[in-house]
């Protein structure tokens, strides 16, 4: 059987107890603090998931 790991969703608004990865210029908030796993990604203005 195969559990889900979590699942990435792509948000304008600053997310709770997101943190920043500074690479991908991305915030990110963990699987962990959703109840459904959910992995809020925050993408910087110009980025290629952004733009």
Do not use: D, W
Not at 8 to 25: H, N, Q, R
């Amino acid at each position: 059987m195969y559990e889900i790991m979590h699942v990435g969703v792509p948000v304008t608004e600053p997310v709770l107890e997101e943190f920043y990865a500074e690479g991908l210029k991305v915030h990110i908030s963990g699987p962990n603090n959703n109840p459904f796993k959910f992995e809020y990604l925050r993408f910087e203005e110009g980025t290629p998931p952004s733009s």
